[in-house]
T-cell receptor, first 109, second 120 residues
Framework: QKEVEQDPGPLSVPEGAIVSLNCTYS??????FMWYRQYSRKGPELLMY????GNKEDGRFTAQVDKSSKYISLFIRDSQPSDSATYLC?????????FGTGTRLLVSP | DTEVTQTPKHLVMGMTNKKSLKCEQH?????MYWYKQKAKKPPELMFV???????INESVPSRFSPECPNSSLLNLHLHALQPEDSALYLC???????????????????FGSGTQLSVL
């Protein structure tokens, strides 16, 4: 079983939709999680990080961790075509990041 | 300046060639990384340098040879590569190394745009 798993998608939504991107993780000891966004032919960039459980909000983005179900979510409100990218969840490992497989999001105008 | 600059952006090489990928950052970061990313896959760690010393080698074949000449520069020397080595090679830097125990702001990784490598 992989440490962090995601549905690869693609997930296609119309502009303005609320998007829900999800990850599951295997080890209940993990406490920190990040969401990275990667545009085509670019390196990943950090969107948000969260600790343990609960919600964290930043503009149109909300990150949520549910420890009981080992589920990590990223919600995007009022999605825009510029949000079209691959979204990678990740957790810090010793001296490295461990990434999920990534979910490709397509937001159509 | 919060950029990590990688050159070249694209590289095509034969299996007998020797080439080098270059990475530069001027953020004063002391940890630098090479990641490899195949199409539709997540980045996979290859090497980590901390304070210009090799800290992690993720069992990478010797045809990949990293070098950290100073705290701002990171090179990846390529020799006798195979077609399956074709991928996007990403350089990253962080102020400090990450800890398994907790995440801190100074562990945030900044990635370059990568070098798209094709081995013929």
């Amino acid at each position: 079983q992989k440490e962090v798993e995601q549905d690869p998608g693609p997930l296609s939504v119309p502009e303005g939709a609320i998007v829900s991107l999800n990850c599951t993780y295997s080890n209940s000891a993990f406490q920190y999680f990040m969401w990275y966004r990667q545009y085509s032919r670019k390196g990943p960039e950090l969107l948000m990080y969260t600790y343990s459980s609960g919600n964290k909000e930043d503009g149109r983005f909300t990150a949520q961790v549910d420890k009981s179900s080992k589920y990590i979510s990223l919600f995007i409100r009022d999605s825009q075509p510029s949000d079209s990218a691959t979204y990678l969840c990740a957790r810090p490992g010793f001296q490295k990041l461990v990434f999920g497989t990534g979910t490709r999001l397509l937001v159509s105008p | 300046d919060t950029e990590v600059t990688q050159t070249p952006k694209h590289l095509v090489m034969g299996m007998t060639n020797k080439k080098s990928l270059k990475c530069e950052q001027h953020m004063g970061h002391r940890a630098m990384y090479w990641y490899k990313q195949k199409a539709k896959k997540p980045p996979e760690l290859m090497f980590v340098y901390s304070y210009e010393k090799l800290s992690i080698n993720e069992s990478v074949p010797s045809r990949f040879s990293p070098e950290c000449p100073n705290s701002s520069l990171l090179n990846l020397h390529l020799h006798a590569l195979q077609p399956e080595d074709s991928a996007l090679y990403l350089c990253a830097s962080s102020q400090d190394l990450s800890s398994r125990e907790r995440y801190r702001e100074n562990e945030k990784l900044f990635f370059g745009s990568g070098t798209q490598l094709s081995v013929l």
